[in-house]
């Protein structure tokens, strides 16, 4: 089923049974994942959103056009630490005022200072992609396997150390004992995607957590609390310009996720995972 048809249908694990993925772990030293609402300190997702993943993986790959795919994101940091950088501000036809620029940029003015930056340190990520035209798994695997140039997944500067690449099947399977993931690892859980068209949001429901999630614990299957995120996932070019004078913005459609740990699954339940039953939650 493809998610971008936005239809109101809910998205079930079902609908990923039995389809191929590549399964990447990677490593990151100190990193950003930023908030794009944050500016006086440059705060940092947790895990990495959609878009980033997905921004990578297409650079990986060379695509230069967009391709569909459905992505899991789990992982854990150890620590936060803050550090300074260099911030660069200007705006459109500014001249250059040497009591007020610090640089002159071909007679244009460049403010420079110093602000503050939020780093996640010793980054452990497990990532599941699932392309909707299966025959890509092959081509994402391969360019990871054998990268055209040094991975980054954040800023352009955090570079990635890639643990393990390999394909895997999806399955959705009943389990013989209750499981639970790795003890301090998290992961993003989709609950709902919004498709922004220009005018309405069309909302398409998941059911990763059997509809409970507003409940301290759920009748049964995934039982869990967490923080409530809403995350970019891919975005489309929309004219609000005229014919005339063509203005384009990126409308982005987001994933509302929660992003939780110390998930598990009781016995006897069908849960979706991956051949070494790490579960999967694709969005």
């Known amino acids: 089923m493809n998610i971008m048809q ?9 609908d990923f049974d039995g389809k191929e993925a590549v ?10 994942y930023k908030k794009p609402m944050s500016f006086q300190l440059k705060e940092s997702y947790p ?16 695509y230069e056009e967009y391709v569909n795919m459905q992505i899991s994101i789990q992982g854990q940091y150890k620590s936060k630490v ?41 980054v452990e990520l497990v990532i599941h992609i699932c392309p909707e035209e299966q025959s890509k798994t092959e081509e994402i695997c391969r360019a990871f396997k054998n990268p055209w140039e040094y991975p980054s997944l954040g800023r352009r500067e955090d570079l990635v150390t890639i643990k393990e690449v390999g394909k895997t099947k999806i399955m959705l399977k009943e389990i ?4 639970s993931m790795e003890i301090g690892r998290y992961a993003y859980i989709p609950l709902k995607y919004y498709k922004n068209t220009g005018e309405e949001e069309l909302i398409v429901g998941y059911d990763y957590l059997g509809n409970s999630v507003l409940r301290r614990k759920a009748g049964k299957g995934l039982t869990q609390r967490g923080t409530r995120l809403l995350l970019n996932k891919e975005y489309d070019k929309l004219n609000y310009g005229n014919s005339k004078k063509t203005k384009y913005i990126r409308a982005w459609n987001r ?29």
């Open 6 to 14: 936005a239809d109101r249908e809910s998205i079930k694990p079902v």
């Open 23 to 32: 399964r990447i772990r990677i490593e990151q030293d100190l990193v950003n």
């Open 47 to 62: 895990l990495p959103p959609y878009s980033t993943v997905i921004g990578m993986i297409h650079n990986m790959c060379r």
């Open 82 to 122: 803050n550090d300074l950088y260099t911030r660069y501000e200007f705006k459109n036809g500014t001249n250059f005022e040497a009591g007020r620029h610090q640089l002159n940029v071909n007679g244009l003015g460049v403010g420079r200072g110093v602000a503050t930056i939020e780093l996640l340190s010793q």
């Open 176 to 179: 013989d004992d209750d499981k």
């Open 255 to 283: 994933v509302e996720a929660l992003y939780t740990s110390h998930i598990y699954a009781d016995m006897d339940e069908k849960f979706l995972c991956d051949e070494d039953e790490e579960f999967v939650f694709f969005a």
